[in-house]
C-alpha cells in the first residue's frame, strides 16, 4: 500500500469507515517527496527520538520511523487508531498516544521513550491549533533539540518574520525568545487530500539550551509583550501604561536609557531592546 496514493488512501479510510473531520483539520499528504524531507531536516536519525503531533494515516510517521530510533506520536482521533495499526504494523519503533497533544504529559513521554537519545519534534500541525501547541512546546521546556512542523504558509511568514519589523506579531517574539526559526520549503494546497483553502511552508526551529530570562523576569517579559502587541496601535508607552498599569514616566525614563524614542511602537524592538526594556522597566516596577 502507498500512503500517498489517492486510490490507495481512499481505499484504506473506505475499509475503516473513516471520514474527514473539518473540526480537526484533516488533510493528509499526497505527495511523496514531502515527509522524507521533513523527515530528513527534522532530525530524524540514528541516535534520536522523534516526537509527532498529529499522525493521519502515518505517512509522515513511517518516514521518521525509518531514520530515527524512536518515533511517539501523540493523535486525538480515536477513530485512526485502526487505521495507523494497519499502515504502520511493520515497525516496532513507534508509538502511538491516542491523547490531546494540549492536555498529554509531554515530559512523561520523552523521559519513557527516549532515554539515551536526543529528541526532537516533527509534525503536519492542524492550522487552527498551530500557534498554541508551538507554544506549548516552547513553554513547556521539553528536553528537545529542534521543532520541525507544517504550518500555513501565512503563519510561517509571521513565524520567520525579524524581531522589530513590522510583520512580526507576538508569536514571533514567543518563539524567537526560545530559539531561532527558518523556513524550509513551501508546499502548496494540491499537494493535499482534501485541499485545503491556503498553502504551507515547513519551518523548523532551533531551540536553545538556556532561556534569556529566568521566573518573575520571563513572566513579566511575557506580559510586556502581550500588552504591547495587543496594542500594537498605540505607542508602547500607552500600551504598558494602559495594561499593566506602569507609570508612563517610568516608561519614558527606561525607553530614553535605550535610546529609543518615546512615541516607539513594540513592533519596532528587536529580540535584545526588548528584553532589555522589559527587565529594566522591572525594576522601576518593583
Known amino acids: 500500500m502507498e500512503l500517498t496514493n489517492i486510490g490507495d488512501i481512499k481505499q484504506l479510510l473506505s475499509r475503516h469507515g473513516f471520514s474527514f473531520s473539518k473540526g480537526l483539520g484533516q488533510s493528509f499528504i499526497v505527495n511523496p517527496t514531502i515527509c522524507p524531507q521533513i523527515a530528513e531536516e527534522g532530525n530524524a536519525q540514528h541516535g534520536w527520538g522523534i516526537l509527532e503531533i498529529g499522525t493521519g ?34 515497525f516496532s519503533n513507534i508509538r502511538i498516544y491516542n491523547e490531546d497533544v494540549m492536555k498529554a504529559d509531554l515530559h512523561h513521554i520523552i523521559k519513557q521513550d527516549f532515554s539515551g537519545l536526543r529528541a526532537a519534534v516533527c509534525a503536519n500541525l492542524p492550522y487552527y491549533i498551530t500557534s498554541p501547541v508551538i507554544m506549548l512546546l516552547l513553554e513547556s521546556r521539553l528536553p528537545v533539540e529542534s521543532i520541525t512542523v507544517m504550518v500555513q504558509k501565512e503563519a510561517a511568514q509571521r513565524l520567520c518574520a525579524k524581531v522589530g519589523s513590522r510583520e512580526s506579531g507576538a508569536i514571533t517574539v514567543g518563539v524567537n525568545y526560545f530559539g531561532s526559526v527558518r523556513k524550509l520549503f513551501d508546499v502548496s494546497r494540491g499537494n493535499f487530500i482534501p485541499s485545503p483553502n491556503v498553502d504551507s511552508a515547513v519551518i523548523r526551529i532551533d531551540v536553545d539550551k538556556e532561556p534569556r530570562l529566568n521566573g518573575e523576569a520571563e513572566k513579566f517579559f511575557f506580559s510586556v509583550v502581550k500588552a504591547g502587541f495587543s496594542q500594537r496601535r498605540k505607542t508602547l508607552a500607552n500600551a504598558i501604561s494602559s495594561q499593566l498599569g ?15 524614542p518615546e512615541t516607539v511602537r513594540i513592533e519596532a524592538l528587536d529580540m535584545d531592546k526588548l528584553t532589555d526594556f522589559s527587565s529594566e522597566l522591572m525594576k522601576l516596577m518593583k
Open 57 to 90: 494515516i502515518g505517512v509522515l510517521t513511517k518516514e521518521l520511523a525509518l531514520r530515527a530510533d524512536k518515533v511517539s506520536a501523540v493523535e486525538i482521533d480515536t477513530r485512526l487508531m485502526p487505521v495507523l495499526k494497519e499502515t504502520l504494523s511493520d
Open 246 to 260: 506602569a507609570d508612563k514616566e517610568q516608561v519614558y525614563s527606561v525607553l530614553r536609557g535605550l535610546g529609543l
